[in-house]
């Protein structure tokens, strides 16, 4: 059973920076430990609906949303097992709770922009992000 861990969120003003990390485990059969699935960061504003903001494919392909390009990097370290989300000049739009994702099956080569959250089987428990102006 695959396992997904958030941690990094916090509290900052607008212009400032975090980085969001996600450790994946339970995935690695027969020792083959890459994260070799589609995995991709949502976010969740108040009183709003989840929202794709960026993923990366089992090659490193990225994708991104308008709203973070530029701005937002998504990475992964296979020997870490570690999915990452990289912030920089954060706006209170960024403001939301943000969960990691991943799936097996059904979405490789899909960009964040036609992924939607009934998309993806596995999810992490989410850490919150809130930027103030």
């Known amino acids: 059973q695959m396992q997904l861990v958030e941690s990094g969120g916090g509290s900052v003003q607008a212009g400032g920076s975090l980085r969001l990390s996600c450790v994946v485990s339970g995935y690695d059969v027969g020792g083959y430990t890459d994260l070799w699935f589609l995995m991709a960061w949502f976010r969740q504003p108040p009183g709003k609906q989840r929202e794709g903001v960026a993923a990366i494919d089992s090659d490193g392909s990225t994708s991104y949303a308008d709203s973070v390009k530029g701005r937002f990097t998504i990475s992964k370290d296979n020997a870490k097992k570690t999915l990452y989300l990289e912030m920089n000049s954060l706006k209170p739009e960024d403001t939301g709770m943000y969960y990691c994702?991943?799936?097996?099956?059904?979405?490789?080569?899909?960009?964040?922009?036609?992924?939607?959250?009934?998309?993806?089987?596995?999810w992490g428990q989410g850490t919150q992000v809130t930027v103030s102006s």
């Open positions: 994702a991943a799936e097996e099956t059904g979405v490789t080569g899909r960009p964040i922009e036609t992924l939607r959250f009934f998309d993806f089987t596995h």
